[in-house]
């Protein structure tokens, strides 16, 4: 009975709830910082284009975190690293183009450097003297994506979008003619030399020309195209008698 007496007597136990953990307030500025550090990052990493590499035997004038990639006189990306290829025989520039771009870098696309140049048609480059050299940029019509380019060595007279039409001179040789030299009908500029090449055969030369609109409705397959160097010592041209109808070769007569 004694025992029972002094039971009442015992500590009575009692049931404390576990204290919850608390973010000390030291910790809530970093997070907030880190958030929106992932944040803006995760908006870089989708706003961003593609990367891509453009392979030139030289580069001049190109440099890193400067030199932009230009289409129609907009900024379209920028140079992010120059480095020699592999074998040190070539030069491996790489850009970051921007997102509205991503489409237009397909396999056909062409790219050059543009600098001050002084041709047969004129002075072109005229403001690189003052901002730099720059990537010159033409869109192509494939819809196959690439990122890797080669670059051209000469700068393209560039008809894409122009009314007219090309055709190729033979030759036996290239003469005085050059890229850019103008070709005249009746003394008013019908078009220009736009590239030249050897001909598969080795014989003779093709000249590629270009022939603005309206002019090139008159060519046809008896158009004369001959080298007029001669007629004007300020210029190296090719004139044409006539200019004619669906015409893919003709003959540059020497003059």
Do not use: C
């Amino acid at each position: 009975m004694a025992e029972d007496t002094d039971r009442p007597n015992l500590p009575q136990a009692t049931v404390v709830p576990r204290s919850r953990a608390r973010i000390s307030a030291v910790w809530i500025i970093p997070i907030l910082a880190a958030v929106v550090a992932i944040g803006i990052a995760v908006q870089r990493v989708l706003s961003e284009g593609p990367t891509i590499t453009i392979v030139f035997k030289v580069a001049e004038g190109i440099e890193a975190g400067k030199t932009f990639v230009k289409y129609k006189d907009v900024n379209i990306g920028q140079v992010t690293a120059v480095q020699l290829s592999s074998d040190h025989s070539r030069v491996e520039v790489t850009a970051k183009m921007a997102k509205s771009a991503a489409d237009l870098m397909v396999e056909d696309a062409r790219f050059w450097v543009v600098e001050a140049r002084v041709t047969l048609s004129g002075v072109t480059g005229l403001g690189t003297l003052l901002s730099g050299n720059y990537i010159g940029f033409e869109i192509g019509k494939s819809r196959k994506e690439e990122r890797n380019f080669t670059g051209l060595e000469i700068a393209p007279i560039i008809t894409g979008g122009q009314p007219g039409r090309q055709f190729v001179l033979k030759a036996e040789d290239l003469g005085s003619l050059g890229i850019g030299s103008p070709v005249y009908y009746r003394r008013l500029q019908a078009g220009q030399v736009v590239a030249y090449d050897l001909a598969g055969d080795g014989k003779a030369i093709d000249v590629k020309i270009f022939v603005n609109a309206p002019y090139d409705q008159y060519v046809t397959p008896g158009t004369r195209f001959w080298n007029a160097s001669g007629i004007d010592v300020s210029v190296v041209a090719v004139a044409l008698e006539e200019l004619p109808h669906n015409a893919g070769h003709v003959t540059l007569d020497p003059g």
